[in-house]
């Protein structure tokens, strides 16, 4: 199975910061990385599919990069709303496994 | 407007069976593959079921394999989940998805699932 490592476990960031969250893949995945948020109590939005386009609805501050087996996401100018979880997903082979998350806090 | 509203939660004792349910509104439903994802209170998300556009392929992790069947009725624009030998560690908020591209880029709103005596 496929392992996502992803990093840090949580964050404390003040607005308008530059925020990164990477994953690292345990093998080649090529693009098949997403990016969700989770905000408290509801269900996960798709932010970024394909490691870097941008779903739709989606505030262009949040961006997503590749370089080998690690995947970023950057989010260049935070915000309140931005505030949740972040999760990254490889849909490259079964078991489409998550990273355990990120928890993005105001500092 | 998507929209995907799953039912069928609820209490079940270990070993028992339940069987959830997702109807699918808004897009062309036999047009896309299909996923239920899990979230066990406080904790992240696991994929526990995909299903291809006709039904005729599916994909399980071994968490589930065996005892969760993922279907579908195009027809009725609705996506199932048959969970049979329930266990305690089944616990969780499951989630209906749209997959595009393999990323699941419409969610229900969830449905709660306890396995307790």
């Known amino acids: 199975d496929i392992q996502m490592t992803q990093s840090p476990a949580s964050l404390s960031a003040s607005l308008e910061e530059i925020v990164t969250i990477t994953c690292q893949a345990s093998?080649?995945?090529?693009?098949?990385l997403a990016w969700y948020q989770q905000k408290p109590g509801k269900s996960p939005q798709l932010l970024i599919y394909?490691?870097?386009s941008l779903a739709d609805g989606v505030p262009s501050r949040f961006s997503g990069s590749r370089s080998g087996t690690q995947y970023s996401l950057k989010i260049s100018r935070l915000q309140v709303e931005d505030i949740g979880i972040y999760y990254c997903q490889q849909a490259s082979s079964a078991p489409y496994t998550f990273g355990a998350g990120t928890k993005l806090e105001l500092k | 407007e998507v929209q995907l509203v799953e039912s069928g939660g609820g209490l079940v004792q270990p070993g028992r069976s339940l069987k959830l349910s997702c109807a699918a509104s808004?897009?062309?439903?036999?047009?896309?593959?299909m996923a239920w994802v899990r979230q066990a209170p406080k904790k992240g998300l696991e994929w526990v079921a995909t299903?291809?556009?006709?039904?005729?392929?599916?994909y399980y992790p071994d968490s589930v394999k065996g005892r969760f069947t993922i279907s579908r009725d195009n027809a009725k624009s609705s996506l199932y989940l048959q969970m049979n030998s329930l266990k305690s560690e089944d616990t969780a908020t499951y989630y209906c998805?749209?997959?595009?591209?393999?990323?699941?880029?419409?969610w229900g709103q969830g449905v709660m699932v306890t396995v307790s005596s």
């Open positions: 998805a749209r997959t595009l591209l393999g990323a699941l880029d419409y």
């Open positions: 093998q080649d995945i090529g693009n098949w």
């Open positions: 808004g897009f062309t439903f036999s047009n896309y593959y």
């Open positions: 299903i291809s556009t006709s039904g005729s392929r599916t």
């Open positions: 394909g490691a870097t």
